[in-house]
Structures are given as C-alpha cells and as structure tokens.
C-alpha cells in the first residue's frame, strides 16, 4: 500500500536552532500534503496545507515565518521549525494523498517528535 | 462549523465486548468521514471510512454507523480485543480538498 514516510523520526535541538523535518511519499505522488501537530494526548491540529510547486496555506494562528514549508517535489515536503523554543516541542505529522486517486485517502507518516532544549 | 466532536474522552472495554466512539459534525458540505487508530508514539493509521451515500459500512470487527439527517456517526469495534487498545480519531473532510478535521481522540483501553 501507499507509504509516507518521515525523518528524522527524533530530534533534539537547542533553543534557538532551527530544525528540518523530511515527509515523503514513497510509492506515489503527491500534489498535496499536510503537516499536522499533536501534543501529548490531544488531536491532530492541522498547521498548513502543503502545494508543490507553490507557496503553502497556513491555518490560522500559525506562523508561516516560523514554520516554513517547502514542497520541492511530488514526493518530498519539507517543514522547517526556525528559531525553535521549547514551546515548539510537540509531535509534527505529515499526510499525503494520491494525487490519481479520488478516493479522499490520507495517509500519515509516523511522526516526527520535536524536543528543544 | 468546522468542529467535529468525539466522545467519550476515554473508553475501558472487557475483552470480547463491544466499542462504540461517536462522533459529530455541524458542517453539511462535509462528505468524507474517515476513523484512525493511532498507537503510542505513531502517526494516525486509516482504520475504515465512509461517505453520506450510506447509512453503515463494514470491514471484519470493525463498522462504521453513519446518520445523515442527524450529522452523526460512530465507530463500533466488535469482539474488542488488547491489541485494539489504542487512541481513534473520528475525522470529516470535503473530500475534493483532502483537508481533514479530527475529532478530539477517544482513548480505548480494552483488558483481558
């Protein structure tokens, strides 16, 4: 079946550091992906609506300066997190859909956990 | 209009017993309502969907209820077993914009 795949799976930074977190799609293509957040025990917040070849949607209240999305390809988004705080600390999860299907199907990576120090 | 909300917050079965998460929605433009299952630590796995076309749809222990006029719809988990012991997440979505809305997450824990 259809696989998004994301890396690094964990990552620990200092405050201050910026980090780049990888979503891939690994047997299809994807025009459009999404970057989702969760914190422990909670939802799944949708952050911003990823196009390739053109700028992201961010959601409302989310910093696009902040969280800089990048969708260089069918297959690879990139989410960066600038200038982390440890209040950006958080699970950050993709999700993909097939681009020839019309089938409504997401499918989500396995996360990335976020730690900034 | 946006909201899709999920209840209960947490749920304890016996094994053996049947689960049921409901969920709701307020926005009729809506017409993709997929549930996910998600472990510990793991992104959000499809478990089963439906659209408003149907009234119910089923996959092994899993069924999904669905209540157009009442904009409702609810997971129940069959025969429940430990290894379903998970969080779910009901979701809503116009399906030509692929943007999900998730419920708030019902925690199963189902013992032996």
């Known amino acids: 079946g259809a696989v998004v795949s994301q890396h690094p799976s964990r990552v620990i930074c200092k405050s201050g550091t910026s980090v780049k977190i990888e979503c891939r799609s690994l047997?299809?293509?994807?025009?459009?992906m999404f970057w989702y957040r969760q914190f422990p025990k909670k939802s799944l917040m949708l952050m911003a609506t990823?196009?390739?070849?053109?700028?992201?949607?961010?959601e409302q209240g989310v910093e696009k300066d902040k969280f800089l999305i990048n969708h260089a390809s069918l297959t690879l988004s990139t989410l960066t997190v600038t200038s982390a705080h440890p209040e950006d600390s958080s699970f950050y999860i993709c999700?993909?859909?097939?681009?020839?299907?019309?089938?409504?199907?997401?499918?989500f990576g396995e996360g990335s956990r976020l730690t900034v120090l | 209009q946006q909201q899709v909300k999920q209840s209960p917050q947490s749920l304890i079965v016996q094994k053996g017993g049947i689960s049921i998460i409901n969920c709701a929605y307020e926005n009729t433009a809506f017409d993709y309502f997929p549930w996910y299952q998600q472990f510990p630590g793991k992104g959000p796995a499809l478990l089963i969907a439906i659209r408003p076309d149907v009234s119910e749809k089923k996959e092994g222990r899993f069924t999904i209820s669905f209540n157009k006029s009442a904009k409702q719809f609810s997971l129940h988990i069959m025969d429940s077993q430990p290894g379903d012991s998970a969080t779910y997440f009901c979701?809503?979505?116009?399906?030509?914009?692929?943007?999900?809305?998730f419920g708030t997450g019902t925690r199963l824990q189902v013992f032996p």
């Open positions: 990823s196009n390739e070849g053109s700028k992201a949607t961010y």
């Open positions: 999700s993909a859909t097939n681009s020839r299907k019309d089938t409504g199907e997401l499918f």
């Open positions: 979701a809503a979505s116009i399906i030509n914009t692929d943007k999900l809305i």
């Open positions: 047997d299809f293509q994807a025009t459009t």
